[in-house]
């Protein structure tokens, strides 16, 4: 049987790109620093009209790690981070780095109880958020550890024109948070550190861990995962690596949220690690999105599939210019081959002389690990391993290789692979394993195959796999075959329970734009898909939906899905029991 351990060919493909790269051994804010000090003058971040240099960034991290020690933050200790994509996320994601601390990173708009979870975990001692989010740290606060709460306003970054518009609009919207709250107000956090007359900077290494990402969404319990300086730092220097084309001063639009490892790693640490330029967008619709990208005349953009999906809706896109792009990348989520050739037609038309790029990754590997090289691209394919990084597809939960072509669940190591869960001793066993080669792999519970020139093709999730008369059948699988339909913009496939298959298979349909969710149309469908799926995977039930339900990062949330056919199951099950006694 071939062996289908693979260490990337890029080399092969790229001509100059080495099997190995050499990677900064120390600390994240170190390697900014040293931007800071080759690139003073160049603009680092873009932020709502306000642009802040490296010099103006370096000074405020450094502000923030000073007043951080003031306070009794110490090395090891957990800071937990809930803000959107704005200035101070990035001076405080850093300060806590630059003081040996650990930056939790969370989604500010999480439910109270979620927060209180995320606090918990990690322990943490200190919490930084916005005022428009205050209020729901300060209802969980008796009961978890946090000792200070600083809290931050968009408006502390905005120049003197904007805040008086964002007063007017979005900020007299807010509940004001009372003069005598027990918190640390951003303008009074800052002073604190002109107190600090000790070395606050703290010099980590490679291997110290740096960062808590949470897992979740649609894959079950959250988890916090510990990531080390050199997960950020090795993927700092692939992302460049694998995109010869990028120069420092290049614009990223910084869209995807910082609380998840596509936004913070590929679109802020590896833009200041290189020198690049971060337009940073607090909130955002495809509306926005667009209209950013175009305006700004942005070298590079990432997004997942449902925000392209969307884009490609927007009659605000028409006669767009979009050849100042070097880079469009789709992570988070499957990118269906359908979708690949629209927005690849649509970049074409506009301009651009590139095509989406799609990678594959995991909060356990910070983000990206495979990625589609610039040049090359294979139907169906995630792309290539970043250098240094090793793929292997082995029967699920095994070590048993398959052969290539073959499906199995794809493992990963490499120098960007997570520390462990934290708090999880037994569940990071499980996860992380060293086999007989000597590496650790990490057991990611996706499914894909690898062809004999290292392409990795992903086939979905594990657990996501629904088992209907014996058979198994992957939902991405059916999905890409609705999604090609055009009278489909998008879809999301589940399984029901069922007493006879054990499963059948629904199908969610969001109708292509202009055509009408009808008996007549839902036959079209059924007629086009009834031709290109088995007999056995083909969906009983087909229901219209204005949109499907997504997770905090786009990704459409399945499960939702299964929750609401699962409690519809139960009432009409209540609803027949309770007719069943009536007639007694």
Known sequence: MENTTVKTPWKDSLGDLPFTLEYFQGAMWEGVEKQAKERPHVVALDFMGRTVSYREMQKHIEECARSLRTVGVRPGDYVTIAMPNCPQIVYMFYAVNMIGAIACMVHPLSSEKELEFYVNETKSVMVVTLDAFYYKFEAVRKNT????????????????????????????????????????????????????????????????????????????????????????????????????????????????????????????????????????????????????????????????PTLYEALLRLPNMEGADLSALKGVYSGGDSLSIELKKKLDTFLYDHGASVQVREGYGATETVTACCLTPPHRYKEGSIGLPFPDTFFKIVKPGTEEEMPYGEEGEILVSGPMVMKEYLGHPDETEQTLRRHADGLTWLYTGDLGCMDNEGFVYFRGRIKRMIVSSGYNIYPAQIENIFDSCDLVSMSCCIGVPDSYRMHRIKVFIVPAAGVEPSERTKAEILKYASKRIAKYAMPKDLEFRAELPKTMVGKVAYRVLEEEEEAARKAKEAEEEKKAEEAK
């Not at 990402?213 to 079950?220: D, E, I, M, R, V």
């Not at 997960?231 to 220097?237: D, L, Q, T």
Request: some cysteine; proline content about 5%; charged content about 15%.
């Open 145 to 304: 550890s946090v000792i200070n709460i600083v809290v931050a306003s968009i408006s502390d970054e905005l120049s003197l024109l904007t805040r008086m518009g964002y007063y007017l609009t979005d900020g007299r919207k807010l509940q004001k948070i009372p003069q005598d709250a027990p918190v640390i107000r951003w303008s009074e956090f800052l002073k604190i550190g002109h107190a600090c007359s000790f070395d606050f900077k703290v010099y980590n290494g490679y291997d110290d861990p740096a960062v808590v990402l949470f897992s979740g969404g649609t894959t079950g319990t959250s988890k916090g995962i510990l990531l080390t300086n050199g997960a950020f730092n090795s993927v700092g220097k692939m992302i460049v690596a694998t995109n010869p084309m990028f120069r420092p001063g290049d614009k990223m639009l910084a869209a995807m949220p910082l609380f998840h490892g596509f936004g913070l790693g590929v679109c802020i640490h590896a833009m200041l690690f290189n020198g690049g330029r971060c337009l940073l967008v607090p909130r955002f619709t495809p509306k926005s999105y667009g209209r950013i990208m175009v305006k700004e005349r942005c070298n590079f953009v990432a997004g997942v």
